[in-house]
């Protein structure tokens, strides 16, 4: 299995663009999360779902920030319009499913985020 | 509400000397803990976790890390570190509850 794949690996963006990064988690996992990780704040769960289906958005900063899962193999993070402060690695993951604290979440390498 | 501290930022040891890397929790029930590693440009790697039993756990790479439920704490040791040690760590706990929060991590640096 490849693990856990997401695109790009770096984006550079200017302010106000919309940016949209790729995750897909590995086959047969229920679940899948968003997190954010920046030096000011370490890793910030964004979002997970379950699925498909969103579960807990309470982390997604604000609106501008917008996550979906059309199918099971492959997820979606836009941020629209994106700022300087949205600078940062977002990483997804996946998880075969519940018990959730018995089973590891496998960690994607992640996308770095720069917005000029 | 729940926290996680990992209370240094930045710790340097020689090769070969040992390590303890902090990590002290607020949970209304004890959670399952973990401990992840990160190399520079990689993603994070499972090294431990503790569900129950027996508060010692080992890991991968050498790691180990002690529950101690007194102090709320999951501290993570290594008797003799090498330089691929060098990465930042990061305690997670788990609320049980589909949820795993972050510490915010501290940096190892190996000295020659």
């Known amino acids: 299995d490849a693990g856990v794949i997401q695109s790009p690996r770096h984006e550079v963006t200017e302010m106000g663009q919309e940016v949209t990064l790729r995750c897909k988690p590995i086959?047969?996992?229920?679940?899948l999360f968003w997190y954010r990780q920046t030096m000011m704040r370490g890793l910030e769960l964004l979002i997970y779902?379950?699925?498909?289906?969103?579960?807990?958005d309470s982390g997604m900063p604000e609106d501008r920030f917008s996550a979906k899962m059309p199918n099971a193999s492959f997820s979606t993070l836009k941020i629209q319009p994106s700022e300087p402060r949205d600078s940062a690695v977002y990483f997804c993951a996946s998880n075969p499913g519940r018990p959730l604290s018995t089973d590891t979440q496998y960690f994607g390498p992640g996308t770095r985020l720069t917005v000029l | 509400a729940q926290s996680v501290t990992q209370p240094d930022i930045h710790i340097t040891v020689s090769e070969g000397a040992s390590l303890e890397l902090r990590c002290n929790y607020s949970y209304g029930a004890t959670p399952y803990l973990f401990w992840y590693v990160q190399s520079p440009g990689q993603g994070l790697q499972l090294l431990l976790k503790y569900f129950s039993g027996d508060t010692l756990v080992q890991g991968i790479k050498g790691f180990e890390a002690e529950f101690k439920r007194s102090q709320s704490s999951f501290n993570l040791r290594k008797p003799s570190v090498h330089w691929s040690d060098a990465a930042e760590y990061f305690c997670?706990?788990?609320?049980?509850?589909?949820?795993?929060?972050f510490g915010k991590g501290t940096r190892l640096h190996i000295l020659p």
């Open positions: 779902f379950n699925n498909n289906v969103p579960i807990d």
């Open positions: 997670a706990p788990d609320d049980r509850d589909d949820k795993i929060i």
């Open positions: 086959s047969g996992h229920d679940y």
